[in-house]
């Protein structure tokens, strides 16, 4: 495998990955753990996005527009030897929007007991508020509820967001691109 990176003047970075193996579809269940969520992440964060599988290997071509980057803080709450709490769920009904609050620690605990009842709201509510302020800390296996969550929101319908403020929740948002993703749902809130 071959990976090619060409920083740009304004900020964006172009990645080119190439192998020569054979192509894989898509596992019809990738599950929540992360495995097999690459094109699925970089379709949602990434800009022109150019997959071409072939005989010969396959060419993966996008483009990652610029974000601000933060520098590093101690990570509060969860550290080691000092367990946060999995995330919980809480559904509501105000002023005729769905309103779901992410509360807790999005880590793989957290990840697993809200993924299900997270999108099943979302496809069975087309108008949510999807309230993030309560969370404390978002592991990377967190962001694939919210990735997915930003998915469905996309073909489903209207989704508000109230992102995290400043803290280990918002850091990864905002280093993983999902803040841009989140916000850029039909009918989102910026922040």
Known sequence: MTVALDPAADGSLTVTVTDSGTWRPKPTDSGFRGR???????????ADT??????AGTLLRFRMPPSPVAAPRPRLGNVAGSPGRPATLTASDA???RCVELAGDLDLAGAAAVRDALLAELADHPRTTLDLTGLGFVASVGAGPLLEAAEVARTAGELDVLLPPAGPARRLLDLTGLTAALR????????
């Open 36 to 46: 097999g969520r690459g094109l699925q992440m970089i379709g949602v964060l990434a």
């Open 95 to 97: 002023n005729g929007r």
């Open 184 to 191: 850029t749902t039909p009918g989102s809130v910026p922040q």
């Open 50 to 55: 150019d997959l071409r599988p072939g005989p």
